[in-house]
């Protein structure tokens, strides 16, 4: 069974660092393109970061571009997405997940980590 397990999140103040990890059992991790994703209350989900299944191509959502560093650690099937110059617009529920070679969709969700930027 798939399983995506996100941890990290918590509250920050603005300006402040923050880094997510995603860990993932029950598939071929090496198989898989990862990316994050995040949603705020009343608001759509938006894409976040993805990365290639080796990890050489890195994508960014613009609000996030320049700020936020994902890595892939495929020896230990994690996934981490560094955060730093924390906006109170980033707070979101941030949901990691996994699509597998040959599509372009999303097949894998995990449940989420609250990501609270707050003074």
């Known amino acids: 069974q798939v399983s995506l397990v996100e941890s990290g999140g918590g509250v920050v103040l603005p300006g402040g660092s923050l880094t997510l990890s995603c860990a993932a059992s029950?598939?071929?991790?090496?198989?898989?393109?990862l990316g994050w994703f995040r949603q705020a209350p009343g608001k759509e989900r938006e894409f976040v970061a993805s990365i290639s299944k080796r990890g050489e191509n890195t994508f960014y959502g613009d609000s996030v571009k320049g700020r936020f560093t994902l890595t892939r650690d495929n020896a230990k099937s994690t996934m981490s997405l560094q955060m730093s110059s924390l906006k109170v617009e980033d707070s979101a529920v941030y949901y990691c997940?996994?699509?597998?070679?040959?599509?372009?969709?999303?097949?894998?969700w995990g449940q989420g980590t609250q990501v609270t930027v707050s003074s």
């Open positions: 997940a996994a699509s597998p070679t040959g599509t372009t969709s999303y097949s894998h």
């Open positions: 029950g598939l071929t991790f090496t198989s898989y393109r």
